[in-house]
């Protein structure tokens, strides 16, 4: 081997070596993590910097360390009423467009649980099966705000973004 291509090799495996040091003490520095974010705008423009943050935040700590729900009650059930259903609600807009349907299904990709609140479906006569993106029965909950504190004293960190 040439002392040019051996030079070559030495510096790429000791950048190799560092890349492998940040990255585990990005592990080290975040370590595990169970936080729930509150979503309970209508605003469309929150609601795509609020899934900016939460990708953010899954980049920069790692789908592996994070236990993340997105709690939504109230107007920020917006955020997954498809904007064809609102018609049939009592909510004035539905912000779940193809892209953030796209950006909803990557969050979830990546271990990402939505819940929604039970109160605000009937209140404001959701039908979660025809109106929303991509809403089991498993993902509502009784109460949003009684579930961001039963989160909350599990030990879930809470964002409002």
Do not use: W
Not at 22 to 31: F, M, P, T
Not at 117 to 145: R, W
């Amino acid at each position: 081997m040439k002392p040019v291509n051996l030079f070559m090799s030495l510096l790429m495996a000791i950048a190799m070596l560092f890349t492998a040091n940040v990255n585990a003490a990005d592990v080290e520095r975040y370590g595990k993590q169970k936080v729930v974010y509150h979503v309970n705008y209508d605003d469309p423009k929150a609601q795509a910097g609020a899934l900016r943050n939460i990708q953010n935040h899954i980049n920069a700590v790692g789908a592996e360390n994070l236990d993340m729900k997105v709690v939504m009650h109230g107007k920020g059930l917006t955020l997954l009423l498809t904007p064809d259903a609102v018609a049939n609600t009592k909510l004035k807009m539905g912000n779940a467009t193809e892209e953030i349907q796209a950006k909803i299904s990557g969050l979830k990709d990546q271990g990402v649980g939505f819940q929604v609140c039970s109160n605000t479906l009937k209140g404001k006569k959701i039908d979660h099966e025809k109106d929303l993106f991509d809403v089991d029965n498993a993902d509502i909950v009784p109460s949003g705000v009684a579930e961001l504190a039963r989160l909350q004293a599990m030990g879930y960190t809470y964002i409002k973004p």
